[in-house]
Nanobody
Framework: QVQLVESGGGSVQAGGSLRLSCTAS????????IGWFRQAPGKEREFVAA????????YYADSVKGRFTISRDNAKNTVYLQMNSLKPEDTAVYYC?????????????????WGQGTQVSVSS
């Protein structure tokens, strides 16, 4: 069993930056793929970014490519999502998710474990 806790959300103006963290407990992140998803009010939860654990391969949604960066710190059992040049349309609850194995998935059902989410609000 893996427990995930997101942190780092908040309110910023357009053009600003935030760094989200996803910290795991229960067991280490070894051999787990990690994904970030987001859900805006009235919309489906959508894929944002993902990283494979052992090789560090990354993948991004087109809407955030070039603005967001996913990375991980093995020693801290933590994955980060650096978000720059934020736009009002980035406003959502952001969730991290984990699944055993190194295969990156852009689908919600590709992840077994989920955090509770952290709110990101971007004003124009």
């Amino acid at each position: 069993q893996v427990q995930l806790v997101e942190s780092g959300g908040g309110s910023v103006q357009a053009g600003g930056s935030l760094r989200l963290s996803c910290t795991a407990s229960g067991r280490t992140f070894d051999s787990y793929a990690i994904g970030w998803f987001r859900q805006a009010p009235g919309k489906e939860r959508e894929f944002v970014a993902a990283i494979s654990w052992s090789r560090g391969s990354t993948y991004y949604a087109d809407s955030v490519k070039g603005r967001f960066t996913i990375s991980r710190d093995n020693a801290k059992n933590t994955v980060y999502l650096q978000m720059n040049s934020l736009k009002p349309e980035d406003t959502a609850v952001y969730y991290c998710a984990a699944d055993p194995g190194n295969t990156i998935s852009i689908k919600r059902d590709g992840y077994r474990y989920w955090g509770q989410g952290t709110q990101v609000s971007v004003s124009s």
